[in-house]
């Protein structure tokens, strides 16, 4: 039950998130009420790093009427006076010093614990003991706030408190994220009436970005009077080509048989390594030129070049390369201009990750919810639960086929039996088992603890005897990844997933 309150309160912080974009205090409310019901707790807040580099308390929810009435009016007067000292310095808050520590910080007994902070300590000194723990708020290592939750009078927190505690304190990232990323477009749009139709694009397209790298494509070889626009983005080293315009037929095939292509091999991508733009006012006379380059140039038909870098997080992640057909500088607000489609393509990807983040932790959330409710709804048989796993598994890995397997000590040596499976006939399956413990991928996984992988079972590198054994039996190769089943450190089983495409 108390997962199950868990899960679901998380899915509806993610809910939350999803239908509230630009705002961030609907889902602080909800993450807040979450907190004060699933914790018992008199108090919850919300601190922010605002653009003053100080630390604020952006929102609090406290029941003081409780506290008041078992501790005296001192509860009142000591949160009025916690209140008055922000906003403060980072180093100088509780929450700065979870965000220093980079780790939810737990202090069950303020009053008499150990390495409790003098400011804790001497707060409970004046209104009585209580119990604490603060997430630290972390965007890309860095920390934006923390959040809080108080007992009085103390009882510690649990290991599932401090877990789900950091959940929230993610989820809470992901708003203020999704919130800044929201006002940074639409402060784009108010600022830049020249790139409208760029944002519409990207608040038309918030889970594809491709439509947004074309709409920057065409509209910055028109706007800066170009000949051709390509737009690149560099994905785990590797430099694709995701937009352009076209030239000529010829020219074209060229171009698209040229990418993908490792980084290292695209010498043009060096003139913007350094987050700067580069300026080509002649692709026959400037000596900076790489001859790559100068011949791709020859054979589109140019001569003069505009390169801006798309940076993400003081990293190249892309490149933007407009061309004219003749030679010549190039203005400084044609330069201003693309370095600003370079942010929205930056800003586009940005959304596209979040909300893809966001959908699916979401559908993972939810699918754990809704085993859980097999759980409390079959107690005795757990054949439901089996296939409801199953049916999530199937969706949320794209599988072909699964299967939960259960260890049977029985015999004269421990075998695995097929308990459930999904995507090969039952008769297929069920005859290649029982299998001898020993030797199969059940076996590795529980003696390793965790998910094993197999990316080529006929084929590959170190895969069981037995998990080869049962391919050849069924016929079929397959990647694979097993997860044990654990119970009080014994491996009772195993649950896996297979794809026949070798993904």
């Not at 909300?355 to 097999?374: D, G, I, S």
Request: overall charge negative; proline content about 5%; hydrophobic content about 45%.
């Amino acid at each position: 039950k108390e997962a199950l309150e868990q899960q679901t309160a998380t899915s509806e912080v993610l809910a939350v998130i999803s239908s509230s974009i630009e705002d961030t205090q609907p889902v602080f409310d909800k993450i807040m009420q979450s907190c004060q019901r699933l914790f018992e707790s008199g108090r919850v807040s919300i601190a922010l790093i605002r653009d003053d580099g100080l630390m604020h308390i952006a929102h609090n929810l406290e029941a003081l009427d409780r506290h008041v009435a078992v501790y005296g009016d001192a509860v009142q007067e000591v949160a009025d006076k916690i209140a008055a000292q922000f906003p403060r310095p980072v180093r100088e808050s509780i929450h700065g010093y979870a965000i220093h520590k980079r780790r939810v910080l737990h202090f069950p007994d303020v009053l008499h614990g150990a390495d409790v902070p003098a400011g804790l300590r001497e707060t409970a000194g004046m209104i009585g003991n209580y119990s604490a723990i603060v997430a630290p708020m972390l965007w890309e290592d860095e920390g934006i706030g923390a959040l809080q939750v108080v007992r009085m009078p103390p009882a510690p927190f649990t290991d599932k408190d401090i877990k789900l505690l950091k959940t929230f304190a993610d989820q809470a990232v992901i708003a203020i994220q999704n919130a800044r990323l929201f006002r940074e477009t639409k402060e784009a749009l108010e600022r830049q009436t020249a790139t409208a139709e760029i944002l519409k694009v990207i608040a038309a397209s918030p889970s594809d970005v491709q439509p947004v790298f074309d709409a920057i494509a065409a509209s910055s070889k028109r706007l800066l009077g170009g000949f051709s626009t390509t737009v690149f983005r560099i994905v785990d080293g590797v430099l694709h080509l995701v937009a352009f315009t076209e030239t000529n037929a010829a020219a074209d095939a060229t171009l698209t048989a040229t990418f993908p292509r490792p980084i290292a091999e695209f010498p043009p991508l060096a003139m913007v390594s350094d987050g700067q733009m580069a300026r080509v006012e002649d692709t026959e006379s400037d000596p900076g030129v790489p001859e790559m380059l100068r011949a791709l140039a020859r054979q589109r038909g140019y001569r003069s070049m505009l390169f801006t870098p798309l940076m993400r997080d003081a990293a190249v992640a892309g490149m933007i390369a407009v061309t004219r057909e003749a030679p010549g500088p190039w203005a400084e607000h044609h330069a201003q201009l693309l370095r600003t489609f370079a942010d929205q393509a930056v800003i586009a990807i940005e959304n596209v990750r979040l909300l893809n983040e966001t959908k699916e932790a979401l559908e993972r959330q939810t699918a754990t919810a809704e085993v859980l409710q097999v759980i409390s709804g079959s107690m005795a048989d757990a054949r439901p639960v089996f296939d409801r796993i199953l049916a999530s598994a199937e969706v949320l890995f794209d599988a072909d086929v699964l299967g939960i397997f259960l260890i049977d000590e029985s015999g004269a040596a421990p075998s695995v039996t097929l308990a459930a499976n999904r995507g090969m006939s039952k008769e297929r399956i069920a005859a290649a088992f029982p299998i001898p413990l020993q030797g199969s991928a059940t076996q590795q996984a529980i003696q390793h603890g965790h998910v094993v992988t197999y990316a080529d079972v006929l084929e590959g590198e170190g895969v069981p005897a037995g998990l080869r054994r049962l391919a050849q039996g069924l016929g079929v190769n397959y990647a694979l990844a097993q997860a044990p089943m654990m119970w009080q450190g014994r491996g009772i089983g195993a649950i896996n997933a297979a794809r026949f495409d070798m993904r």
